[in-house]
């Protein structure tokens, strides 16, 4: 049993295609019809989500409920872990695959161990410049609807740290990754500075958080299976 109200952390395996705004949008009903249902009356729940992901990304997505929102800060100050890959030699307006490449370059297959010494230069505190195409707010909007709508969006560079950057496989032009970093890091900002960093282009394939601190994708359901969970209770 729940108790959504003194405050539960839910574990989702967010599916591509979902915000995070759509995920808690989703589960704030079905949340609140079991709330109610378990204490006789019409009850509000207060929903949130700590650290946001793509649409396009996959992987941990974590809610909290109730008196546990309070917590979402410190879940949020915790170091994540994605895996992904990159394609290299071309790059996007998105630094992802949400719009067509743009731009493409001639650049000749690179081992894995030289992939790997380049990974390394990106280990440590820096400060990075996040995506235009992003969450963040710029001049009382969120910079995403600025640029989606052409105009210029100059966003200040950001401390970061990133902790671990592996190169696990090299399948030309694609290349998968690991990386544990700090809050804040943008994956698509780091396909891009890859890109840079072999004076070509790079731009972020797929990506999916697999850790936030202690609570790993393996312990969470999709938005689907738990909205089901709960349905099943009241039944």
């Known amino acids: 049993m729940f108790n959504f109200l003194q405050g539960e952390i839910i574990l989702i395996d967010k599916e591509a295609g979902w915000t995070s705004f759509d995920v808690v949008s989703y589960l704030k009903p079905v949340v609140q019809a079991y709330t109610s249902w378990q204490l006789g009356r019409t009850t509000k729940v207060k929903l949130g989500h700590a ?7 996959t992987g941990l997505l974590v809610i909290a409920t109730g008196k546990q929102t309070k917590a979402i ?7 994540k872990t994605y ?34 010494q380049i990974a ?12 235009a195409y992003s969450a963040i707010h710029y001049q009382g909007k969120r910079a995403y609807t600025l640029a989606r709508q052409n105009l210029s969006v100059n966003l200040a ?21 690991e990386i544990e970093c700090s809050k804040g890091t943008y994956i698509r900002a780091i396909a891009r500075d890859f890109g840079l960093a072999l004076k070509a282009g790079a731009y972020l394939y797929s990506l999916r958080r697999v850790q936030i601190g202690s609570f790993a994708v393996s312990q969470a359901k999709t938005v689907t299976e738990f909205a089901v969970s709960l349905k099943e209770l009241m039944a």
């Open 157 to 177: 560079p950001k401390p970061i740290e990133i902790y671990r950057f592996l190169i696990t496989r090299v399948n030309w032009p694609l290349v998968d990754f």
């Open 120 to 131: 390394n230069q990106f280990l440590g505190l820096q400060w990075q410049t996040p995506p």
């Open 73 to 79: 800060p410190q879940i949020q100050n915790q170091p």
């Open 83 to 116: 895996i992904g890959t990159f394609y290299l030699g071309a790059t996007t307006p998105s630094f992802d695959r949400e719009f067509p490449v743009d731009q493409r370059f001639t650049l000749e297959p690179i081992s894995q161990a030289d992939l790997q």
């Open 51 to 57: 650290g946001t992901l793509d649409p396009l990304a």
